[in-house]
T-cell receptor, first 110, second 113 residues
């Protein structure tokens, strides 16, 4: 069955520390891949997307993601987290429609 | 301005009272979709549409109906709402089937008592 999995429900990191949020997908073909962020009470904001080509994708707010076909993964990274990055992060795939993972809530410790 | 507009933004209703959440986009997009967002479950797709009069069930269609009589509008209908449909609902649209671009509405917070 087609699915998007975010294994980590909640992650806590200290401000200034690095961050990696995991995303795995299970699709027959390589889908189009996205990361969205949702701040409390807000809508969804696109961080970055991958369609083809270079497997390391740069996004807004200093985020990047790496597509690994062999692992069916599209993990999101940031070298140094800021307190304002605290939010919920969703991985999504697009192939005929758009499906989302369950989300990872990020808490940033001062 | 390109946008997806949902109404209402907030709604409190009683069990069994039919309601409609409207969704309208001004970008002439063919593809539209409805999601519900619940804590710990992410956004789950309710229904989607690939064009006028073409709709299909998503992962959680039970208790919902949709229609697509015009390209711009994709209303979500709850014929007999129940408390387990209390949720945050998002409508989205895209110009293509792989959703290379997705536009989201601001969300509708529905409470069914």
């Amino acid at each position: 069955a087609q699915s998007v999995t975010q294994p980590d429900i909640h992650i806590t990191v200290s401000e200034g520390a690095s961050l990696e949020l995991r995303c795995n997908y299970s699709y027959g073909a390589t889908p189009y891949l996205f990361w969205y962020v949702q701040s409390p009470g807000q809508g969804l904001q696109l961080l970055l997307k991958y369609f083809s080509g270079d497997t390391l994708v740069q996004g807004i707010k200093g985020f990047e993601a790496e597509f690994k076909r062999s692992q069916s993964s599209f993990n999101l990274r940031k070298p140094s987290v800021h307190w304002s990055d605290a939010a919920e992060y969703f991985c999504a795939v697009g192939l005929n429609d758009m499906r989302f993972g369950a989300g990872t809530r990020l808490t940033v410790k001062p | 301005e390109a946008q997806v507009t949902q109404n209402p933004r907030y709604l409190i209703t009683v069990t069994g009272k039919k309601l409609t959440v409207t969704c309208s986009q001004n970008m002439n997009h063919e593809y539209m979709s409805w999601y519900r967002q619940d804590p710990g479950l992410g956004l789950r797709q309710i229904y989607y549409s690939m064009n006028v009069e073409v709709t299909d069930k998503g992962d959680v269609p039970e208790g919902y109906k949709v229609s697509r009589k015009e390209k711009r509008n994709f209303p979500l209908i709850l014929e007999s709402p129940s408390p387990n449909q209390t949720s945050l609902y998002f409508c989205a649209s895209s110009p293509d089937r792989v959703w290379t671009e997705a536009f989201f509405g601001q969300g509708t917070r529905l409470t069914v008592v």
